[in-house]
């Protein structure tokens, strides 16, 4: 057995790659200028780029703009409305947001809003609808419930 | 004939932490969070590329399923580290380390080459233990 932890090939190679991911994960929401992040990572633009391709599968872009669509989907879920959605995940325009967003989920933003409004309103009036009847039953949840409202 | 693995659980001390932990530090993705009365909800989540695995994050508390001693027992059990859950795979195990590691997952072992191939060991918020390891140290040998 050999530790790789500290000797693993090119470790601080490795230690800036993912904190320019983190930074991406938490600062979706702002202007991010992606030669400022190779900067940081003290690398070339093109250097940068492959490494972070090697390791995530998607370039810088591609991959916060991954995470700018998954996290306005979370917030649509939430109720959020489109408009305010797109400004909320670092998009400046609500034509290349919701374009963008079609072309990844499927559907557009107001659509995917409306779906997720009307699966909140479903859950709430039948909640064992959603959830397998074989955990429901073993932990009691439906003893106390309503069977008639249940659609299974 | 059995087709596949649908729905399996992890159990946790606290499910509120348990979302922090396999949401916001793993990256999983949620599928369900429902309330279920007081103290209880219905969470489950998915790893990233495996949608179709729904991974119950289930709460020992005292109830119907869980008695009072069951319920200490699992939980001593648990946060003893007792429990291995499976293997996650990765694609890159060192970047992946590196990550996790920034946000605080408690590692018991750094990837580390075994004859079986690179392995990191690390634990949930409750104590259970995973094997973390990348795709081609999972692929069959030979």
């Known amino acids: 057995m050999i530790s790789m932890a500290e000797h693993y090939p090119k470790v601080y190679l490795y230690r800036r790659i993912v904190q320019a991911k983190l930074f991406m994960d938490n600062h979706y929401a702002d202007k991010i200028d992606l030669d400022n992040i190779s900067d940081e990572a003290y690398f070339s633009k093109f250097h940068f780029i492959r490494l972070f391709k090697t390791i995530y599968g998607k370039t810088p872009h591609q991959y ?18 489109v408009s305010e ?10 034509t290349s947001f919701s374009g963008l967003f079609k072309r990844t989920v499927g559907i557009s933003p107001s659509t995917y809003f409306a779906n997720q409004q009307r699966i909140k309103s479903q859950i709430i009036k039948t909640p ?15 003893e106390n419930s309503n069977f008639e409202e249940v659609n299974l | 004939m059995i087709t596949k ?36 909800r219905w969470l489950t989540v998915s790893p990233p590329e495996q949608p179709d695995l729904q991974i119950v994050l289930f ?24 429990f291995g859950c499976g293997v996650l795979q ?22 580390t080459k075994e004859f079986y191939g690179t392995e990191a060991l690390f634990k949930d918020d409750s104590g259970n233990y995973f094997s973390l390891q990348p795709k081609e140290s999972l692929e069959p040998k030979g």
């Open chain 2, 5 to 40: 693995m649908s729905i399996t659980n992890i159990y946790v001390i606290n499910q509120d932490s348990a979302y922090d932990f396999y949401v916001n530090k793993l990256g999983f993705k949620l599928v369900d969070d429902i309330p279920m009365g007081p103290g209880t």
């Open chain 1, 64 to 81: 916060l703009t991954a995470v700018r669509i998954e996290k306005s989907q979370q917030l649509l879920r939430t109720g959020k409305p």
């Open chain 1, 128 to 142: 064992f609808a959603f959830i397998p009847g074989c955990y429901a039953h073993q932990n009691g949840w439906l």
């Open chain 2, 90 to 111: 990765c694609n890159d195990i060192f970047a992946t380390y590196e990550e996790l590691k920034a946000k605080g997952v408690e590692f018991m072992k750094p990837p």
């Open chain 1, 85 to 94: 959605v797109c400004f909320l995940v670092g998009f400046d325009s609500l």
């Open chain 2, 59 to 82: 709460p020992i508390t005292v109830s119907k399923m869980f008695p009072k001693e069951t319920a200490e027992t699992m939980i001593a059990l648990i946060r003893k580290g007792t």
